[in-house]
């Protein structure tokens, strides 16, 4: 079926590291949404993008877009405790489909 | 309400038994989803409303689970006949028009089958 792919799976970083998790699909989205999910939490929406090569950034957090609207990227520079959650990818395929998500774990 | 409300929180019932959670969306929303989440893994797509009706139901894992929606708003999740597997956080998300608009989620259901 239609799948949204993400990776890694987990990352477990050092207070300070920068930390990127990718989205891949085979098929060209008309958009990409992200969100986070902390610990005991729900799904909590951070962004759409839309167009193709789109950038934009949030604080220390910068989406992308790919060129041919296939993948998508979010950096976190200089991660945080409170960044500690799950960032999931999602994308419009005649339903809201949701990318495995990647785990974050920040060592202070 | 402010958001998107699920109840009950938290479900145990025994293997066998039927099962209904309940989602009440933003006021104002067409668009209603249902996803299922087990421990540690990812959110696997039930069912999405646009309005009452149901443009995709491939995502129901099987005939026992069935779902509507009633004047645009309140949905129901049924699941007959409960198994194990069925225990999951049942998770309910609503957009203000569809598709290619923020999601809002509720806290979700916990089901726990015995």
């Known amino acids: 079926g239609q799948q949204v792919m993400q990776i890694p799976q987990y990352q477990h970083v050092q207070e300070g590291e920068d930390f990127t998790t990718y989205c891949n699909s085979s098929?060209?989205?008309?958009?990409i949404q992200w969100y986070k999910q902390r610990p005991g939490g729900h799904p909590v929406f951070l962004i759409q993008?839309?167009?193709?090569?789109e950038v934009k950034k949030q604080k220390r957090l910068t989406f992308q877009f790919g060129e041919a609207k296939k993948n998508s990227s979010l950096h976190i520079t200089a991660t945080q405790t409170t960044d500690v959650g799950t960032y999931f990818c999602?994308?419009?395929?005649?339903?809201?489909?949701f990318g495995a998500g990647t785990i974050l774990r920040v060592k202070s | 309400g402010a958001g998107v409300s699920q109840s009950p929180s938290n479900k145990v019932t025994e293997k066998g038994k039927d099962v209904e959670l309940r989602c009440d969306p933003i006021?104002?929303?067409?668009?209603l989803y249902w996803y299922r989440q087990s421990l540690g893994q990812g959110l696997e797509f039930l069912i999405y409303f646009q309005g009452n009706s149901a443009p995709d139901k491939s995502g129901l894992p099987s005939d026992r689970f069935s779902a509507e929606r009633t004047g645009g708003s309140v949905s129901t999740l049924t699941i007959q006949r409960t198994q194990q597997e069925d225990s999951a956080v049942y998770l309910c998300?609503?957009?203000?028009?569809?598709?290619?608009?923020?999601?809002?989620f509720g806290q979700g259901t916990r089901l726990t089958v015995v």
């Open positions: 999602a994308a419009t395929m005649n339903k809201l489909v």
């Open positions: 098929t060209t989205l008309s958009n």
């Open positions: 006021s104002g929303h067409t668009a």
């Open positions: 998300a609503s957009s203000r028009t569809g598709l290619n608009t923020e999601a809002f």
């Open positions: 993008l839309v167009k193709s090569g």
